[in-house]
Structures are given as structure tokens and as C-alpha cells.
């Protein structure tokens, strides 16, 4: 590490990169430079003599991660650091060690678990449809990376207030049933890498040994989304050792459905008091105007660690304020969306540099169409890889049997390709289109090499394919990118839409009631809003359909987001009169989900017809009896409370309320306002 390559660091950045050995906290918020900061503290490290290349285990959650890792590490000349996520080290080492901890042929590894999952739903007599079976598989995901035992489970849930496909005990019978089966045919599933991992290395002590004198250094990326399970693995490779580099971000945590859990992080300087921490918050991928947007946001969370929150410090030119855009209906909003983004391409914008953002992959239909029909070519994130695609697979072949090539990289690879169908211009038709694009890319690939390497050679390069195709490391091609918030992560464009953004859907519907899962869906949305750089655009539509009314509110998270000189401040969340959102008591602007559910402010007094309030908690309790599912399931305390003070007298009334939705309205909505109705 040169000093002209430190001197290219911030002043927080440089701390984390030169800081002595661990333990290390970096608290990095988005756009900060987090992936440029780990590894040059990497390669300062190998550099310094502190650690070997191959005693570094950096670890990540993603294979298109760790690949990014490995390519920057290669660039600073430190290559040889193993960079995995963690499925992909454990499987690694657990193929090492399998002879001596279990001494017989190693177990299979069990690519999809459906089979089995089936095989024990129906011994327990639980559904067995494919919808049903992949929500028994995820469960059984969970608890396993919550090291929750098949015992455990119901009092797990029951604890957690967990959504739950089915009653506990029967997922409970599914989870035993499966892991019974699976044992029995000698195959390990995922998550079954990281524990017997995790236990060869705390049951036997010369594994343990050979293990820790091979590895020296750990570097997790992504802190904020470990689960018990992968932190379990972990302490297992420390042992009684603290060389360790940690990277997250509370305020990106998005998976805690999965087991994630941003508790390690948080506590990080408690379990090591001694620890260095470094707080990245200049940010150097957005706008300041994207910036104060995501800080607004995530200013309204509750229930974290005041310590651990980042306020991030934009450092780019000033550029646009956020759009917002209310529609009447979503097609309406679709068509919208794909006409801006016609005019931007027109204008200039790479179509690559544009991506379309919702909350569920059932929203791409709507945008695929609208951007087809405006002639505008898009990619849905998490379609077939690239390198898997035919016209790639063609492309490597081609490179690979040119040995040396002829004089310079890029333009002998643009020469290799031309056959293939690379022209000068993109040719007509969406498949070819499609396949031309996927040449370009390799182009790319070639341009990006020769200037990280000046003088490369095509077996290099072919190698450099090779590399990120196992990997899992595509590049980005030529098309508008159309993706789930989740997919989104790690990702980022010039332009951004977030589309969709009402009640019921951002918050998802289900997560209505339970405050750490609605806390969930505005990090998601934070998330969504740190993936632009320059042009943020926030829209939502009031209907699905046009002519079935006005129903919807556009997302809780947008108050106090939108300025209030922007002409949907003025928009009323209900389309019921007035503006802001204000306390019925006392008038004040109302802050906070549950104020907002109140419809006045925590302080004010309640004015809660006592009697109605008990009639409905014992409805509730009859419902949900009926339906086996808890009670907080039909409604919240807090959505019992909101109408025995509000004391709805019709439908439009009652669906005003947060919370109740137009599925709740349907099922609900006849037998609460009859209590309702009585009552008055």
C-alpha cells in the first residue's frame, strides 16, 4: 500500500484502513466506500507484514460480492486472500476435515430441499402445494440459521410473534420430519455446512488447531445481516483470538425474516471493549438532495441503538430534489414511469444507468409491458446469468481457442466477436438485441481489465472470465434494470424510481401491527432510496385498476419526506380533505406510525370508548381461535384501539385507519362495524 494510495483515503476511511491489528468496528453507511476501504485494509495488512495473503479469510454474503472483493484484492496486488461468503468457506473446509471428524465418504449436499420437505409435510399431514411447500422450506431455513431445534420452535415463534405458514407444532413436525429424512440419506442441506463446521472446530481440538495456524485474520463484510448461525461459525474460526475486521450497517439491515440480526454489530464494542471504531458517513455515491431524503427517513426509526445510527454527509454536487408523483392507478403510473424514462435515454442517460425499484417481484409485470411498449430494453434482476447465457458460453470459447490473440486486448476481443454478431450498431429484434448486448458486455469486461492492468494479454483475460463466471460476477448490460428492493442490494444507478409505494405494500400488509417488522420495511425503503446517485423519483397510485375508486394512501414513510412546498404535500393521505396528517385533538402534525393509526399525538388524552374496546378484544379472541392463528394476526392492540376511539360507522371510515386494508376490510370489516354500531 503506497502512500499516495492512502493519501487518496478520507480521514475516516484511512483510520479504518490503517488501523492496527483487530478487533476493528467499521459502522459504514451507504455510498461511503465501504468495499474500497476493506480491501485496501487488506492489502495494508498483507502489505505491512502484519498477515500472509493466504492466512486472510474475508467473508460476505453473496458470491457477486465476494467476486468484487477478490477482483479489487487482485488489483492491489494482493492476491492469494481467500474471499467467500460463508456456505462457500465452511463447505470448503468441511470437505477437509470430513475424513478425520467423521471418517466415512462425505455426505451429499442437497441442492433444493422440496423432495424431502414434501416427504415430511405429508407425514405430518400439512399442505403439501408448492406455495406451501417453499414457506415450510423457508421456516425451516429460519430456525436452523436462529439455531432453533424442532423442540424449540413453537415457544420460538411463540415468543417472536413470527408469522408462520402453519399452526407451530405442525411446522414443528414438518422441521423434525425433514431433518429425520435427510439424515437418512446422508445429505447436508446449506445450512448444515455452516454447523457441522462450526462443530468440527469446537468438538475437536486438532481441527481447531490446523484450522486457526492456517488462518490468521477474519474480515466480515455486511456485518449487520449475520445470523446466530453464521456468527456461531465465527466465533468458531476466532477461538480465543480477536483479529477481526467488521463492516456493517443497522440502518441497511433487511433480512431479519431470513435470521439476520444487526445485534452483533451493535454490540461489537461491548463484547470487545478494547476495539477500534470507525464511522463512515461521507458519502460519495448520491446527491445531497438523495442524501437529506434517506437521512429524513431513517430519522424516524424507532427502537435503535442511538449510538449506532449514521447520519450520512453527502460530498457530490448539488443535483435534483426527489420527484413525487401520485397516479390514479398503477397502469397509469407504469406508463408514466417508462415515458420519463424514454425521455431520459432520448436525453442522454445510458439506459443502464436507470433502474426501477418495487417491493415484490409481482410488480415487474406491470413495468416489463409498460417499457416494451414504449421500445425501451430492460433486464428483471435475477433472471438467468450472464454467463450462463448461450451467446457467453460461445463468446469464452471463441477467446479461449484464439490463444495469444492479435495486438491490442480490447480491440482484438471486439475483433474476436464480430462473427459472433457483434457489429458496429445494435441490430433489430429483442433476442438479437438481447445477444448483442451480452458481446458489448464482454467489451466492457476487456476495457475494464486493460486499464486496472495495462498490457494484458487474452489468456489473462480469459482467465479473468473464468474467474468471475464462478464467481457469479456479471457485469451490467445495456437495459434498464428492473428489480425487488431486496435484489437491489448492494446496487446502484444514476436514476432510480421507486414505484409502488403505498400502505399494504410498502409497508408490506403483513408486517402491519408488529413494529420491528415495520421498522424492516422503512430500512427496505432506505435501502431503495441510497441506490441513486443523482435522479430519485417516488411514485404510487391510488387504485390497481382504474374505476374501482380511490382506495389506497400512498406509504406511511413518505410523511414529513415530501417537502412541503411540493405539490403532494398537499395530497391527503385518504383523499378525504385536508393536508398533513394532524392530531384530532389538538391539531399538532402527527409523527409516528401509531400516532398516525391514533390519529392524534401520544400525548394527547384518549378518548377510547372503554366497553367497545373490551366487545372487540373478545371478538378478536373468538376470531382468531377459529382461524388458529394469534390474535395480533386478525387486528393489533393498537388497530382495536384506533377504532374504539374513532368509532368508524362505514366502510371508507374504518379503512381510514392504518392498518386495515382492503383484504382486513373484506374479512372483517362487516362484524367490527356491527360492534361499532351497537355500541353508539
Not at 100 to 112: A, D, K, N, S
Request: a neutral charge; charged letters at 25%.
Amino acid at each position: 500500500m503506497t502512500a499516495d494510495a492512502l493519501h487518496a483515503l478520507d480521514d475516516e476511511q484511512r483510520a479504518a484502513v490503517t488501523a492496527p491489528r483487530g478487533p476493528v468496528c467499521v459502522l459504514a453507511g451507504a455510498g461511503t466506500g465501504k468495499t474500497r476501504t476493506i480491501t485496501r485494509r487488506i492489502a495494508h495488512l498483507v502489505r505491512t507484514g502484519h498477515v500472509a495473503p493466504g492466512q486472510v479469510l474475508a467473508v460476505t454474503f453473496t458470491a457477486r460480492a465476494a467476486g468484487e472483493l477478490r477482483t479489487r484484492l487482485r488489483a492491489l496486488d494482493a492476491d492469494g486472500v481467500q474471499a467467500r461468503t460463508f456456505h462457500a468457506a465452511a463447505l470448503r473446509q468441511l470437505r477437509y476435515f470430513w475424513p478425520r471428524v467423521v471418517g466415512t465418504e462425505p455426505w451429499q449436499l442437497l441442492e433444493g430441499k422440496l423432495r424431502l420437505v414434501g416427504q415430511a409435510a405429508a407425514r405430518a399431514k400439512a399442505a403439501t402445494d408448492q406455495d406451501a411447500l417453499r414457506d415450510l422450506a423457508g421456516e425451516i431455513e429460519w430456525a436452523k440459521a436462529s439455531l432453533i431445534t424442532p423442540q424449540d420452535y413453537p415457544a420460538a415463534v411463540a415468543t417472536r410473534r413470527r408469522d408462520i405458514p402453519a399452526p407451530a407444532e405442525q411446522v414443528a413436525a414438518v422441521y423434525a420430519g425433514y431433518e429425520e429424512l435427510k439424515n437418512q440419506a446422508a445429505l447436508l442441506d446449506f445450512d448444515d455446512l455452516l454447523l457441522h463446521t462450526a462443530a468440527a472446530l469446537e468438538e475437536h481440538p486438532n481441527v481447531a488447531a490446523e484450522f486457526r495456524d492456517r488462518y490468521r485474520c477474519f474480515v466480515v463484510d455486511e456485518y449487520q445481516d449475520v445470523t446466530p448461525l453464521q456468527q456461531r461459525l465465527l466465533d468458531a474460526w476466532l477461538g480465543d483470538r480477536d483479529d477481526l475486521t467488521v463492516v456493517g450497517d443497522a440502518n441497511q439491515t433487511i433480512y431479519t425474516f431470513a435470521g439476520a440480526t444487526p445485534r452483533y454489530l451493535l454490540e461489537f464494542p461491548r463484547r470487545f471493549p478494547e476495539c477500534i471504531l470507525v464511522r463512515l458517513q461521507r458519502d460519495y455515491r448520491s446527491t445531497p438532495q438523495v442524501v437529506a431524503a434517506a437521512n429524513t427517513l431513517i430519522s424516524g426509526a424507532r427502537g435503535r441503538v442511538a449510538g449506532s445510527r449514521l447520519r450520512l454527509v453527502g460530498q457530490l454536487p448539488a443535483g435534483p430534489d426527489p420527484d413525487f408523483t401520485e397516479y390514479d392507478d398503477e397502469s397509469a403510473e407504469a406508463a408514466a414511469v417508462a415515458a420519463k424514462i424514454k425521455r431520459m435515454i432520448a436525453e442522454g442517460t445510458p439506459a443502464a444507468e436507470i433502474a426501477v425499484l418495487f417491493r415484490i417481484n409481482a410488480q415487474s409485470e406491470l413495468y416489463e409491458q409498460a417499457l416494451t411498449e414504449v421500445g425501451v430494453p430492460f433486464q428483471v434482476r435475477g433472471g438467468e446469468r450472464f454467463f450462463a447465457r448461450p451467446e457467453v458460453r460461445r463468446a469464452v470459447s471463441a477467446l479461449r481457442a484464439a490463444g495469444e490473440g492479435p495486438g491490442d486486448l480490447v480491440d482484438g476481443v471486439r475483433a474476436l466477436l464480430a462473427p459472433l454478431g457483434l457489429t458496429e450498431e445494435p441490430p433489430h429484434g429483442a433476442n438479437a438485441r438481447a445477444q448483442w448486448e451480452s458481446l458489448l458486455a464482454i467489451v466492457g469486461l476487456a476495457e475494464e481489465l486493460a486499464a486496472i492492468r495495462p498490457g494484458t494479454g487474452l489468456p489473462r483475460f480469459v482467465e479473468e472470465l473464468q474467474t468471475r463466471a464462478a464467481a457469479a460476477h456479471p457485469p451490467t448490460v445495456q437495459g434498464v434494470t428492473l428489480a425487488s428492493l431486496h435484489a437491489a442490494k448492494g446496487l446502484e444507478w444514476d436514476v432510480v424510481f421507486l414505484a409502488g409505494l403505498v400502505d399494504g405494500t410498502l409497508p408490506i400488509q403483513h408486517a402491519d401491527g408488529d413494529q420491528e417488522a415495520i421498522e424492516e420495511e422503512r430500512r427496505l425503503l432506505y435501502v431503495g432510496l441510497t441506490r441513486a446517485r443523482r435522479v430519485l423519483a417516488l411514485s404510487w397510485a391510488l387504485a390497481r385498476t382504474s374505476g374501482r375508486g380511490r382506495p389506497r394512501r400512498r406509504s406511511r414513510f413518505l410523511y414529513g419526506l415530501i417537502p412541503d412546498h411540493h405539490p403532494a404535500s398537499r395530497i391527503p393521505a385518504a383523499r378525504a380533505g385536508g393536508t398533513k396528517p394532524r392530531c384530532r385533538i389538538c391539531g399538532a402534525p402527527l409523527i409516528g406510525t401509531e400516532a398516525m393509526k391514533l390519529r392524534r399525538c401520544a400525548d394527547c388524552p384518549s378518548d377510547v370508548d372503554a366497553e367497545l374496546l373490551d366487545r372487540l378484544k373478545r371478538w378478536r379472541a373468538s376470531t382468531a381461535k377459529e382461524q388458529q392463528v394469534p390474535a395480533y394476526v386478525v387486528f393489533t392492540d393498537a388497530t382495536l384501539t384506533a377504532i374504539a376511539e374513532q368509532r368508524p360507522v362505514d366502510p371508507a371510515a374504518l379503512v381510514a385507519i392504518p392498518g386495515i386494508g382492503a383484504r382486513k376490510l373484506d374479512r372483517y370489516g362487516s362484524a367490527v362495524l356491527a360492534l361499532v354500531a351497537d355500541a353508539c
